[in-house]
Structures are given as structure tokens and as C-alpha cells.
């Protein structure tokens, strides 16, 4: 029963954003930009963000270091698109990623290689997000109120506290565990976790694979921004929106996205388009459109997995042979 209540939470968030966005939309207003969506851009748009899917799954795969020859590229997809279905149905976006564990759990000589490769997947992307933030904050500081500005940089060096301290008292807690329980159970845990703290430590320092996957992790952000601008300019090509401005907002606003206050962030990311792009003068009507085409296409993307699910498993190959 206490487990159900975290969901009950996210969902009442979820509906409360929605009805106050609704609420506040001029929905005539809406349906009309919409209509108007340059249908070229728009296909342009979808195009980017299959290929934005696939190097994000490229960099899960560089993440397994010298296991990745265990397992085809074309495995990882299918399994990739599988998990953004499964992500569909539970209450967190990244629910998906139990189904890639599972799936290299066993085609692995190191069963925690699975586990740590879809983590520093998440974490790399989510650095690459940050440090994109940090260096578009001196172009943007005085395109914005200040406090406003200040406010952000402070919730981004909260979030980089936050991950160096979650990994700094995991290692702390392990070494006192191992101090003071010897028993096999407790012995056993603190096997597993001193090897998952050091293979995330090997992948973070890894000089051959280390700055491939931070390069596979910047280039889908910086195509998710390209892709955002591609949505505003299909919805409205005399649109006067600055580059620099969806350097700054789109990484941003998957941040925003991440928190784990909504239910698949329905709601909340819709609601973080409107305040963000009220910021610089986009009508409410028109930063919801691209939040709302923004979604569909990840929706159409997050659908066409569930398809997948109606082929049959692909045989394993033994890559070893």
C-alpha cells in the first residue's frame, strides 16, 4: 500500500499542471497554430529524432567498454525501442531501463557490467546537459532577469552536489558495512557494490572509451536543441526566436523533465515550456504546441517499440567464435 502512494502523488501533479494549463490556454488560439505546422519541418524534426535515438543507444553500448562485442548493435536498438514502450506504462520514464538490464544480465561475463552500463548512460547524458547549461549561462546572463539566471546556475550546482554526494556516501556506507558485518549475505553485497563503484570509476576514466561516450552523450543534446528550434520555426516560420535561447531553455527543460514529481513528466514539461518561453515573449498557445509536438513525436518513437514486441526474440550470436 505505501508503494502505491508515490504514483498517487505523481499523478495528482500530473492532473493539477494539466487543468492549470488548460485553464490558462486560449485553446482556439492553439488548435490554430497547430494547424498551420510546416509539414516539411515537422517530418525533418521526426527524421532527427530517430537518429538522436540511435546515438543514445550507440553511447549505452560504449558504456559496456570491452564486453561491448557481446552483443550486436542491432540487439541494443530493438531493446532500446522495447524499453521506451515499457517506459510508457510505469511511473518514471526511465522505467525501461529494468528491460535492458534483463536483456544483458546474462550475455555478459560480468552480470554488474549490464547494471552499471545503462547508469552511466543516464548520467553521462545528464552531464553533458549541465555542462551545456554552464556554458551557455555568460551568453545568456543578461538576456534574462538575473534573478532568474542565478536561481538556475544554483540548481544546477545543487544537482552536480547531489550526484557527487550519492556516490560519495554509496562508497562510504560500503566500507562501513565491510568494517563491521562479516556475515556471508553482508559480505556478498559488499562485493557487488565495491565492483559497481569501481566499474563506474574504470568507465568515467576510461581514456578510449571515456570521451566517446561524452561525445555521444553531447550530440543528441545538441540535436534535441536543433530539433526544438525546428518545432518553433514549423509552427511559425516569421517566429523571431534566438538560437542561443534554445541552447539555453531545451536543456534545460529536460532537466525540469527528470524531476520525479510527474507522471512521465505529463504536465510538468508541458507547463515548463510555457513559463520558460514566456521568458522571452513566445505566446503561451505557441511554447504549448511545441511542447505538444515535442511530445507526439516521442510518442509515435515510444509506440512503435510496443511493435517490436511482436517479433520474435532474434537468436543470440556468439560473437566469441
Given at each position: 500500500?505505501?508503494q502505491?502512494?508515490?504514483?498517487?502523488?505523481?499523478?495528482?501533479?500530473?492532473?493539477?499542471?494539466?487543468?492549470?494549463?488548460?485553464?490558462?490556454?486560449?485553446?482556439?488560439?492553439?488548435?490554430?497554430?497547430?494547424?498551420?505546422?510546416?509539414?516539411?519541418?515537422?517530418?525533418?524534426?521526426?527524421?532527427?529524432?530517430?537518429?538522436?535515438?540511435?546515438?543514445?543507444?550507440f553511447?549505452?553500448?560504449?558504456?559496456?567498454?570491452?564486453?561491448?562485442?557481446?552483443?550486436?548493435f542491432?540487439?541494443?536498438?530493438?531493446?532500446?525501442?522495447?524499453?521506451?514502450?515499457?517506459?510508457?506504462?510505469?511511473?518514471?520514464?526511465?522505467?525501461?531501463?529494468?528491460?535492458?538490464?534483463?536483456?544483458?544480465?546474462?550475455?555478459?561475463?560480468?552480470?554488474?557490467?549490464?547494471?552499471?552500463?545503462?547508469?552511466?548512460?543516464?548520467?553521462?547524458?545528464?552531464?553533458?546537459?549541465?555542462?551545456?547549461?554552464?556554458?551557455?549561462?555568460?551568453?545568456?546572463?543578461?538576456?534574462?532577469?538575473?534573478?532568474?539566471?542565478?536561481n538556475?546556475?544554483?540548481?544546477?550546482?545543487?544537482?552536480?552536489?547531489?550526484l557527487?554526494?550519492?556516490?560519495?556516501?554509496?562508497?562510504?556506507?560500503?566500507?562501513?558495512?565491510?568494517?563491521?558485518?562479516?556475515?556471508?549475505?553482508?559480505?556478498?553485497?559488499?562485493?557487488?557494490?565495491?565492483?559497481?563503484?569501481?566499474?563506474?570509476?574504470?568507465?568515467?576514466?576510461?581514456?578510449?572509451?571515456?570521451?566517446?561516450?561524452?561525445?555521444?552523450?553531447?550530440?543528441?543534446?545538441?540535436?534535441?536543441?536543433?530539433?526544438?528550434?525546428?518545432?518553433?520555426?514549423?509552427?511559425?516560420?516569421?517566429?523571431?526566436?534566438?538560437?542561443?535561447?534554445?541552447?539555453?531553455?531545451?536543456?534545460?527543460?529536460?532537466?525540469?523533465?527528470l524531476?520525479?514529481?510527474?507522471?512521465?513528466?505529463?504536465?510538468?514539461?508541458?507547463?515548463?515550456?510555457?513559463v520558460?518561453?514566456?521568458?522571452?515573449?513566445?505566446?503561451?498557445?505557441?511554447?504549448?504546441?511545441?511542447?505538444?509536438?515535442?511530445?507526439?513525436?516521442?510518442?509515435?518513437?515510444?509506440?512503435?517499440?510496443?511493435?517490436?514486441?511482436?517479433?520474435?526474440?532474434?537468436?543470440?550470436?556468439?560473437?566469441?567464435?
Amino acid at each position: 500500500m505505501i508503494q502505491k502512494y508515490p504514483i498517487l502523488i505523481k499523478i495528482t501533479v500530473s492532473l493539477s499542471l494539466t487543468i492549470f494549463i488548460v485553464h490558462i490556454i486560449d485553446f482556439s488560439a492553439l488548435i490554430q497554430i497547430i494547424s498551420k505546422t510546416d509539414n516539411r519541418l515537422f517530418f525533418i524534426a521526426f527524421v532527427l529524432v530517430g537518429v538522436m535515438h540511435i546515438l543514445n543507444c550507440f553511447r549505452w553500448k560504449l558504456c559496456l567498454l570491452e564486453q561491448s562485442s557481446k552483443v550486436s548493435f542491432w540487439e541494443m536498438i530493438i531493446i532500446y525501442w522495447k524499453s521506451m514502450f515499457v517506459s510508457l506504462f510505469l511511473p518514471t520514464e526511465y522505467g525501461g531501463d529494468i528491460l535492458k538490464i534483463r536483456f544483458l544480465w546474462n550475455r555478459l561475463d560480468n552480470n554488474h557490467r549490464a547494471l552499471v552500463s545503462v547508469i552511466w548512460a543516464r548520467i553521462s547524458g545528464l552531464l553533458a546537459i549541465i555542462l551545456m547549461l554552464l556554458c551557455m549561462t555568460p551568453f545568456v546572463y543578461n538576456r534574462y532577469d538575473t534573478v532568474f539566471i542565478r536561481n538556475m546556475i544554483l540548481f544546477l550546482i545543487a544537482i552536480l552536489l547531489f550526484l557527487i554526494l550519492v556516490f560519495w556516501i554509496t562508497k562510504k556506507f560500503h566500507q562501513q558495512l565491510a568494517q563491521h558485518f562479516n556475515s556471508g549475505l553482508i559480505e556478498k553485497v559488499m562485493m557487488g557494490m565495491h565492483e559497481i563503484i569501481a566499474m563506474i570509476s574504470k568507465i568515467a576514466l576510461n581514456k578510449s572509451y571515456g570521451w566517446k561516450i561524452f561525445l555521444f552523450a553531447i550530440i543528441p543534446q545538441l540535436m534535441m536543441v536543433i530539433i526544438n528550434y525546428l518545432y518553433a520555426l514549423s509552427l511559425n516560420q516569421n517566429m523571431c526566436i534566438n538560437i542561443m535561447d534554445m541552447f539555453f531553455f531545451i536543456p534545460l527543460l529536460s532537466i525540469v523533465s527528470l524531476l520525479p514529481i510527474s507522471l512521465g513528466g505529463i504536465g510538468l514539461k508541458e507547463g515548463a515550456f510555457v513559463v520558460f518561453f514566456g521568458v522571452i515573449g513566445i505566446s503561451k498557445e505557441t511554447a504549448l504546441a511545441m511542447a505538444l509536438l515535442n511530445r507526439s513525436i516521442m510518442l509515435l518513437y515510444t509506440l512503435s517499440g510496443g511493435l517490436l514486441f511482436l517479433i520474435p526474440d532474434i537468436k543470440r550470436v556468439d560473437y566469441d567464435q
